[in-house]
């Protein structure tokens, strides 16, 4: 992005100058970037209707799953519609103040993800470890509890960034301490919770004495695992990679790849989504 510095009186705007030059391939980005959004809005959109009206799915794996999907809409609704509209009208400047709002919106997306699949990791760790107490320690109140500071939490830390990105001088000092104090508390944190969530895991699930109680128990953990290793490895590649040819299609994939394949994980890999699909279906010809 370049700043545009001609009339210091309007507001600052800037040219989002990696699409610029795919100007030839403008219609094949639309459609494509048309595409995977409409893919992305429905299929978790029917994943939270699905958990909203299946009372089966009414546990606390499901409302966390609920609240992911609806992290994966936010998350794409905050750079895809800007691209889809570049794409449509060739117009590559952007406001400041859109700028702001995007770079607010995408940093929570990805704080409130990270929270999200930590609380993910610690419902399956109670859910093999301690199943005969699963339902008193996984209460509503606690799930609603660890829901909202995934949220809350996420907010206040991402306010306080774009605060000081606003607000940005050549003293950066602040700025990159915040940064540093933020990635512990979103990135390394988060990742160690759900690390040992899951060795805990994996010892007691070799505890058990037959192969198919061993798969039947680790399986359950089996779309979450997915996801994690998916939105994990999706970043640790992006941030890894020092190509500015393959960065727009990185960026593009980190921003994609886990919202579109959310839905499709936890639903062919899940034998309750594929049997609350399975009834609402009938229910719907039943009363027709």
Request: glycine share 4%.
């Given at each position: 992005?370049?700043?545009?510095?001609?009339?210091?009186?309007?507001?600052p705007?800037?040219?989002i100058?990696?699409?610029?030059?795919?100007?030839n391939?403008?219609?094949?980005?639309?459609?494509?970037?048309?595409?995977?959004?409409?893919?992305?809005?429905?299929?978790?959109?029917?994943?939270?209707?699905l958990?909203?009206?299946?009372?089966?799915?009414?546990?606390?794996?499901?409302?966390?799953?609920?609240?992911?999907?609806?992290?994966?809409?936010?998350?794409?609704?905050?750079?895809?519609?800007?691209?889809?509209?570049?794409?449509?009208?060739?117009?590559?400047?952007?406001?400041?103040?859109?700028?702001?709002t995007?770079?607010?919106?995408?940093?929570?997306?990805?704080?409130?993800?990270?929270?999200?699949?930590?609380?993910m990791?610690?419902?399956?760790?109670?859910?093999?470890?301690?199943?005969?107490?699963?339902?008193?320690?996984?209460?509503?109140?606690?799930?609603?509890?660890?829901?909202?500071?995934?949220?809350?939490m996420?907010?206040?830390?991402?306010?306080?960034?774009t605060?000081?990105?606003?607000?940005?001088?050549?003293?950066?000092?602040?700025?990159?301490?915040?940064?540093?104090?933020a990635?512990?508390?979103?990135?390394?944190?988060?990742?160690?919770?759900?690390?040992?969530?899951?060795?805990?895991?994996?010892?007691?699930?070799?505890?058990?004495?037959?192969?198919?109680?061993?798969?039947?128990?680790?399986?359950?953990?089996?779309?979450?695992?997915?996801?994690?290793?998916?939105?994990?490895?999706?970043?640790?590649?992006?941030?890894?990679?020092?190509?500015?040819?393959?960065e727009?299609?990185?960026?593009?994939?980190?921003?994609?790849l886990?919202?579109?394949?959310?839905?499709?994980?936890?639903?062919?890999?899940?034998?309750?989504?594929?049997?609350?699909i399975?009834?609402?279906?009938?229910r719907?010809?039943t009363?027709?």
């Open positions: 992005m370049g700043g545009d510095g001609s009339n210091i009186t309007s507001e705007r800037f040219f100058f990696a699409f610029s030059t795919f100007e391939q403008r219609l094949i980005i639309l459609t494509v970037v048309l595409l995977v959004y409409l893919i992305i809005l429905t299929g978790n959109l029917l994943i939270i209707a958990i909203c009206l299946e009372p089966r799915l009414h546990t606390p794996m499901y409302f966390f799953l609920c609240n992911l999907s609806t992290l994966d809409i936010m998350y794409v609704s905050t750079t895809l519609p800007k691209l889809i509209y570049v794409c449509h009208t060739g117009d590559h400047v952007m406001s400041y103040t859109s700028c702001m995007q770079l607010y919106f995408f940093c929570a997306s990805g704080s409130i993800e990270s929270y999200l699949l930590t609380s990791a610690i419902d399956r760790y109670v859910a093999v470890c301690f199943p005969l107490r699963y339902s008193l320690i996984m209460s509503k109140k606690v799930c609603v509890l660890l829901a909202f500071t995934a949220w809350f996420s907010m206040i830390n991402v306010s306080i960034l605060y000081l990105v606003h607000n940005l001088t050549y003293d950066t000092y602040s700025l990159k301490t915040t940064i540093a104090v990635s512990v508390y979103i990135g390394a944190i988060p990742s160690c919770l759900v690390m040992a969530s899951y060795v805990r895991i994996i010892y007691t699930v070799l505890k058990i004495k037959s192969s198919a109680g061993r798969w039947k128990t680790f399986s359950s953990c089996s779309s979450h695992i997915t996801i994690v290793v998916l939105c994990y490895g999706c970043g640790t590649i992006f941030y890894l990679s020092q190509s500015h040819e393959n727009i299609i990185l960026s593009f994939m980190f921003v994609t886990v919202p579109i394949l959310n839905p499709l994980v936890f639903s062919l890999r899940n034998r309750d989504i594929t049997q609350a399975r009834r609402q279906i009938e719907r010809i009363s027709q």
